[in-house]
């Protein structure tokens, strides 16, 4: 069983609804990430938040909007998607310098 | 610039024997590398990882053996067992910054 849960496993969305991707860790971790997989790649890394304040956007378009409201909730909020945005998204968090814990994500699909 | 290279998409091994997954990085600044294992459908587990100033770590099955010189480090599962199979990414960090930097990864088969 992972320690970081994911909600929902599974989202189908259209070009012009909005939703969001919710992850929840109760490890006391005070990093937690945002990546996106898509297949046969690696896990790419979108943000990272740090005792929940934003340190790393790796560019990421506007279409997607990052939350922290707690040490324990991290949120992705989704505009505007396009299909190419259909990918696995997933949330990771961890200790400094030490390995990251993964959720198993939701599998996005943008119709 | 792919700075951690995993060259071997994939790689089929028969259960009980030794399987070795390697890998090589460009940047001398990792200080840092792990291995995560990803099976379908689930997000990447963290495997085993390895710190710049040792050589080897061994953890049961697996053991990570780095070789700074040829900035190349492999992963040996012995035995390999069927619920092995499964995509393998190496990964490098530097300077304990948040970014880890992956490889392509490598699909192991392990076949009974």
């Known amino acids: 069983d992972t320690e970081v849960t994911q909600t929902p496993k599974h989202l189908v969305m259209g070009m012009t609804n909005k939703k969001s991707l919710k992850c929840e860790q109760h490890?006391?971790?005070?990093?937690m990430y945002w990546y996106k997989q898509k297949a046969k790649k690696p896990p790419e890394l979108m943000f990272v938040y740090s005792y929940e304040k934003l340190s790393i956007n790796e560019s990421v378009p506007s279409r997607f909007s990052p939350e922290c409201p707690n040490s324990s909730l991290l949120n992705l909020h989704l505009h505007a998607l396009q299909p190419e945005d259909s990918a696995l998204y997933l949330c990771?968090?961890?200790?400094?310098?030490?390995?990251?814990?993964f959720g198993n994500g939701t599998r996005l699909t943008v119709t | 610039d792919q700075q951690v290279k995993q060259n071997s998409p994939s790689l089929s091994v028969q259960e009980g024997r030794i399987s070795i997954l390697n890998c090589d990085y460009t940047?001398?600044?990792?200080?840092?590398f792990l291995w995560y294992k990803k099976y379908p459908a689930e997000g990447p587990t963290f495997l085993i990882s390895?710190?710049?100033i040792k050589d080897k770590n061994e953890d049961g099955r697996f053991t990570v053996f780095l070789n700074k010189s040829a900035k190349h480090l492999s992963l040996h599962i012995v035995p390999s067992q069927p619920g092995d199979s499964a995509v393998y990414f190496c990964a490098g960090n530097a300077g304990n910054n948040r970014k880890l930097i992956w490889g392509l990864g490598t699909s192991l088969a392990v076949n009974p």
């Open positions: 990771a968090s961890s200790l400094r310098g030490s390995p990251l814990h």
């Open positions: 490890m006391g971790h005070r990093a």
């Open positions: 390895i710190s710049s």
């Open positions: 940047n001398s600044m990792f200080d840092y």
